[in-house]
């Protein structure tokens, strides 16, 4: 454990953990008071920049609604203080007294989004499930990344293994159906991508957003392209398919990096554009434009993201992302759809555990698919409501807040209530952990060291950084992987997740080798890409290194090639069944599509000040103007006869209630959207800030019967719905 000496005023430099980008951060420390937070100007990486939810760590770190020692729920539904020995005994004969009576899938875990930024934590997932023998797990991942994973999984053989937009030598930037401004890239680590974009526009190049909201993003580009939700796919096949028609693709290129090329020309000789263009409701001609811009750039790319990956066509869109790159001829060139070469190497973290595939095993009750070792979370509640043998009796969720961010969120909380025990390890009371029995309240970030294992594989430069701890973990206080491997040793297992290698480590700690979540890291760092693989007369990159980097260590820009392709002979594959059935599931569709009169469909929306659900209990990040609102464009306005500031009612399949209206042309007609991540009434007795300013959780109007054909994703764009005067 960390000592801090008090009256000791220093500044730390490390890693914000809220988001992708990564940004560095220096923060201002007196003893274990931060005093202030502001941009690490010498950060190699990020240079100065930082967003509002890095400046704001301070706050949830000092926020006195945060968790901080073990409570337990009382039958009123209040909670009471319990010791750590009570709370994690209790814990661990519970998990193993549902895993006894019932079978080892009674156990579920659910992830959230923080784990990403915990090697600790990713170091002991292997562990855990090892431990627990579930098939049972889920994430916030299976909400919006499952697409990306499996694309990648089947197209360059492992699921982690992601191009990225170079946008530091780029010409030409499509971006369809993402908003980095706002998320500072998503699955593209890119910190002030907004001074990265205009970077392009001044070296002559061009910035096109494809996107049913004219967004922050859409707003700074040479060109703002409207569709209809759910038309990605449409838009970027028909892109391909123009390419192929005008004799644009060079063969010989494609077949030197790909393999499958064939197929999926064949396929596309059965897509008709024109239909694609009414689909998608983008004009043809403007279609053909960018498809033809797109290749004859100097260097040109185009990038999907999280509102492509999370509609009904979401793993064809990011399939037809990559196609329309290889056709082009970017893939692997600078400027182009490239892969980082990280210190750290994902795709090994990812294979060590098992966790590496798609469509391994399948959902008891609806049959579907598991990626990346998680099944989609909109199968959770019917596997817990569901009677029979692999019902889920006991939860454990880590960092994660299912019932606002997976779809029919009411649903899912109602079923949470017939869990026989349910244990929590969050910083808060919030929306989900209510229900737990018990909740595990870690010291949190500032109080840990941390390594970025995962987030250099989508990095628009390659970097290496390790960050300190900042203060010291206050009294009791215990790590998010101290719980972890607590419940895991409970369980009967080890922190290696693996029953040769446990007894050994076992053997060292009796001999005073403590296992820590950092010395994983650092064989990692040895046996990765920058690495000296133990070698003696090899040099390369070592923990020591990091350690003495206090503003990270530039690896140097994206390398050309096509050597991080896990596929035999380094070509992509493009020909795998699951995806050329997705090819003419949507060509079936296509041709039976009809244009509905007066549709209206409901997409989601990111704001710069959240993250998630998690962060709205400090007070900077719900200051100014109210963020929780239903845009609805002028026309759709008019139609129900609302006004902006009237609350209206929205109805879907799922849900009807109450909404406050934004009216604005910054969204197309026929769309109206949503921010994510809201909804915090049920939270308010242990939430204040977050309490007074609750929103509406934008997935009670998402169905969890509706999911996506491969991966089995909820979709969470394009959802219909009607909206009219509230009674």
């Known amino acids: 454990m960390q000592t801090m000496n008090p009256g000791s005023s220093r500044t730390v430099y490390r890693t914000c953990p809220l988001c992708e980008a990564c940004c560095g951060l220096a923060i201002d420390v007196d003893g274990d008071r931060v005093l202030q937070v502001r941009p690490d100007e010498e950060d190699v990486f990020s240079h100065g920049f930082v967003c509002p939810k890095g400046i704001a760590v301070a706050e949830i770190h000092n926020d006195p609604d945060r968790v901080r020692t073990p409570l337990r729920r009382t039958p009123t539904g ?69 697409p990306r994973f499996a694309t990648s999984y089947h197209v360059f053989g492992s699921s982690v293994l992601t191009p990225v937009a170079d946008v530091d030598r780029c010409t030409y930037f499509l971006c369809v159906g993402a908003n980095p401004v706002v998320s500072n890239g998503s699955a593209m680590t890119a910190p002030n991508i907004r001074g990265r974009l205009r970077a392009i526009q001044e070296r002559g190049g061009k910035v096109v957003v494809v996107d049913p909201r004219r967004t922050e993003t859409a707003r ?46 064949a396929a596309l000789q059965g897509l008709d554009v024109r239909a694609a263009a009414a689909f998608c409701a983008v004009p043809l001609a403007t279609i053909e434009r960018l498809a033809v811009e797109l290749v004859e750039a100097e260097a040109g790319v185009a990038y999907s993201r999280v509102g492509t990956c999370n509609n009904r066509y979401g793993t064809l869109a990011t399939y037809a992302t990559d196609l329309l790159n290889i056709a082009a001829g970017r893939l692997g060139r600078e400027g182009g759809w490239m892969f980082p070469t990280p210190a750290f190497d994902a795709t090994l973290i990812t294979r060590l555990p098992g966790g590496d595939g798609h469509d391994r095993w399948r959902s008891r009750v609806r049959g579907l698919p598991e990626t990346v070792g998680d099944l989609p979370a909109a199968c959770l509640a019917e596997e817990i409501e569901t009677a029979g043998d692999g019902q889920i009796h006991a939860l454990l969720t880590f960092a994660g807040n299912p019932v606002l961010s997976t779809p029919n969120g009411r649903r899912l909380a109602g079923a949470l209530d017939r869990l026989d025990f349910m244990v929590s390890i969050d910083l808060y009371v919030n929306e989900t952990t209510r229900h737990a029995d018990i909740i595990l309240p870690p010291a949190w970030t500032l109080a840990e060291d941390h390594v970025d294992l995962l987030m250099g594989s989508f990095a628009t430069r390659n970097f290496a950084r390790w960050s300190p701890a900042v203060v010291a973990p206050g009294a009791g206080e215990k790590a998010d992987w101290e719980i972890l491997l607590d419940i895991i040793r409970r369980l009967g297992g080890g922190p290696m997740g693996d029953r040769f290698l446990d ?52 690896l140097g820009p994206l390398k050309p090639g096509l050597q991080r392709i896990q596929h035999r002979g380094k070509r992509a594959r493009l020909d795998a069944a699951p995806l050329l059935a997705a090819l003419d599931a949507f060509l079936a569709d296509l041709r039976g599509y009809t244009a509905a009169r007066d549709e209206l469909l409901l997409i989601g929306r990111r704001e710069l000040r959240t993250c998630n659900s998690w962060i709205h209990n400090a007070p900077s990040m719900v200051s100014g103007r109210e963020r929780c609102l239903l845009y609805v464009n002028p026309e759709d306005a008019a139609r129900a006869g609302l006004s902006d500031g009237d609350v ?32 915090h009434a049920e939270a308010a007795p242990w939430q204040s800030v977050a ?32 909206l009219s005067a509230a009674a």
């Open 503 to 554: 007894p050994v480590i076992g053997v060292f700690e009796k001999l005073g080798y403590r296992w820590h979540p950092t010395h994983m890291a650092a064989l990692l760092l040895r046996v990765g890409p920058h690495g000296d693989r133990f070698l003696p007369w090899k040099k390369g990159l070592k923990m020591k290194d990091l350690r003495e980097a206090a503003h990270g260590i530039d």
């Open 78 to 146: 209040d909670f009471e203080e319990i010791s750590w020995d009570d709370a994690l005994r209790i814990t661990g004969e519970r998990l193993s007294e549902t895993r006894r009576r019932f079978g080892r899938d009674a156990v579920a875990v659910y992830y959230g989004n923080p784990i990403i930024h915990n090697h600790g934590a990713l170091t002991l997932r292997k562990a855990l499930l090892h431990a627990l023998g579930t098939h049972n797990v889920f994430s916030a991942g299976s909400q919006d990344t499952s």
């Open 220 to 265: 700074l580009a040479d060109e703002y392209v409207a569709i209809r939700p759910g038309g990605d796919a449409a838009l970027l096949l028909a892109m391909v398919r123009i390419l192929i028609d005008r004799r644009l693709v060079d063969e010989d290129v494609v077949g030197r990096c790909s393999v499958g090329w064939p197929k999926v020309q």
């Open 648 to 679: 209206a009612r929205l109805d879907s399949k799922a849900h009807s209630g109450p909404v406050k209206v934004h009216v604005t042309d910054e969204i197309c007609p026929g769309v109206v959207s949503l921010p994510h991540g809201w909804g």
């Open 691 to 722: 309490g007074a300013h609750p929103g509406v959780s934008a997935n009670d109007w998402t169905d969890d019967q509706d999911v996506e054909l491969v991966v089995g994703q909820s979709i969470l764009n394009g959802v219909p719905v009607r």
